[in-house]
Structure formats: structure tokens, C-alpha cells
């Protein structure tokens, strides 16, 4: 049995983040709008999470995306130093972008796995499988350069054949195979709202997992947990986890049984880890 723990937005920011001028600061204020700017805060809740995932003894740990606020250099070490020091070996972390972290820069993410969270590129190459036991997972990118005021998803074709790829070898292979992206592949139900914030190519993705009961999806951005199925005759297939951010329980603990990935648990409620 393998046992993956998912964590997702985490949303950080820079403890100097005060120091900022003019556009800049006028974008992290837009971004964090529903939520406090307090860098302290948003740091203790990822540690906190984190520390509940060492404390779990998983085979490895997913993160899904909106891994910082605004994508900056400052934001991804911060990300670097804590993964770092978790306790959690970093042959064990997947990282995958979400739309937050591609603002800053076109190539941030790139930059990003080049240069703080270079330690994490072995297991986060989007597009490339790799085994952990019985599960096949396959990091998926989601996010594209966009103005910082859209929060859409897209997949795009090249990468969307990666993808089919990835199925049909699993599907050969007889392995279950694990998607680690950002958005989801539902639409919101106004077409407006979806432009700006869903996965534009989301019928492409869909259709991908029709007829795939061994492919099952983890993702962020909702910042809710649910679980879906891709059709009535069969378990969930899609899954996603409160916000680091502001969650009261991010941390979800999947285990793959007998070919089907199952949402096992949920631990690490940081009201209970604050105490
Ligand atoms: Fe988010
Ligand atoms: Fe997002």
C-alpha cells in the first residue's frame, strides 16, 4: 500500500513584503484581498502542515499548486527554507505550479526549479511519470502567464499529449496513475466566471479520464475538499484539499489499495497542532 499526502495553496509571501512600491504592492494587496497579508501567519500554517505530513510517515507529498502569492523569487525561497527543514526528504516532495505562482514572472516556475527549489526538480518535471510504489504519478501543469487579475487554468495541446501519454502507459504498464495539478477539470457554472478562472481546456481534460478508472486527479485552487466521480458506476476519481492558507484541516492523506486511490484520512488540523 502507498500512502501520498496532499497539501495545496499555501500562498506565501515575504516577511519584508511592507517594503514594496508602486505596482507591486498594489498587486499583492489585489491578490490577497479576501485574506490577511501576514506573512508570519501564513508561514507558521505551512510549517505547521508540514510537520503534520512528517509526523505521517507517507511515501510522498504532493503539493498542489499556489505554492506562493505572487510568484517572486523572495516567495519561492521562502517555500525552499521550509520544505527544507521539514523533515521530509526531498526525493519525497512534488511540486506543481498554480496560476499564483506564474505572475510574477512568464518563466518564474522554470526559474523557480533552477534555482531555490532545484532540490525538488527530480520529482516536479511537468509532464514526466515516475513510480512510487504502485502509483504512477505524473506532475501536470495547469498555469500560464496571464495579467495577475485572471486565475485561469489551461493545459494546452503539446502538453495535453504528455498527458494522454502518461494514461495509455500506465493503462499498459497496469498501474494507477496519479495527475498532481492545479486546477480542476469542472467548469464553473457562469461561463464569465470560468474564463477567468477555471481550466479553459477543461473538456480536453475530461475527456482524457473518460474510460480511465486506473487515473484519478489531485488538485488545488478550490481551496474546498471534495471528492468526485467521473461516473456514477465508479469511486471518486477527483480530489481536492482545504487551503494551507486558510484551512482548518489541509492535509489529506490518500492510500492506493488494490488499483484505486482512496482519501484515507484527514489529519493535521492546525487548530490542534496550534495548541
Ligand atoms: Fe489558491
Ligand atoms: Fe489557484
Not at 495553496?9 to 511592507?18: A, F, I, Q, S, T
Not at 512600491?21 to 508570519?40: K, P, T
Not at 458506476?233 to 480530489?239: D, G, L, P, S, T
Amino acid at each position: 500500500m502507498v500512502r501520498i499526502a496532499q497539501l495545496t495553496d499555501l500562498h506565501l509571501v515575504e516577511r519584508d513584503h511592507g517594503a514594496r512600491r508602486g505596482v507591486r504592492s498594489w498587486r499583492l494587496s489585489f491578490l490577497s484581498a479576501h485574506r490577511d497579508l501576514d506573512a508570519d501567519d501564513r508561514i507558521t500554517r505551512a510549517t505547521l502542515a508540514l510537520a503534520a505530513v512528517a509526523a505521517a510517515g507517507v511515501d510522498h507529498l504532493v503539493i498542489t499548486g499556489d505554492l506562493t502569492e505572487d510568484g517572486t523569487v523572495a516567495q519561492f525561497e521562502v517555500l525552499a527554507e521550509m520544505l527544507h527543514a521539514c523533515g521530509v526528504a526531498a526525493a519525497k516532495i512534488t511540486l506543481v505550479p498554480g496560476n499564483h505562482d506564474v505572475i510574477d514572472r512568464r518563466d518564474g516556475w522554470a526559474r523557480a526549479l533552477e534555482g531555490p527549489l532545484r532540490a525538488f526538480a527530480a520529482t516536479s518535471q511537468l509532464g514526466r511519470p515516475f513510480d512510487v510504489g504502485d502509483l504512477t504519478i505524473l506532475p501536470v501543469n495547469t498555469a500560464f502567464y496571464q495579467h495577475w487579475v485572471m486565475s485561469a487554468g489551461r493545459i494546452g495541446p503539446a502538453h495535453a499529449g504528455e498527458v494522454a501519454d502518461a494514461i495509455a502507459l500506465g493503462r499498459a504498464r497496469g498501474r494507477v496513475v496519479l495527475l498532481a495539478q492545479h486546477h480542476p477539470v469542472t467548469t464553473h457554472r457562469n461561463p464569465v466566471v470560468h474564463w477567468v478562472d477555471g481550466l479553459r481546456d477543461h473538456a480536453k481534460a475530461r475527456s482524457l479520464l473518460r474510460d480511465e478508472p486506473h487515473v484519478h486527479v489531485m488538485h488545488g485552487h478550490t481551496h474546498r475538499r471534495r471528492d468526485r466521480s467521473l461516473d456514477a458506476a465508479r469511486a471518486a476519481q477527483v480530489f481536492s484539499a482545504c487551503a494551507v492558507v486558510d484551512g482548518d484541516a489541509p492535509l489529506r492523506v490518500y492510500a492506493c489499495v488494490d488499483g484505486v486511490l482512496r482519501g484515507a484520512d484527514i489529519a493535521g488540523d492546525l487548530g490542534a497542532l496550534r495548541r
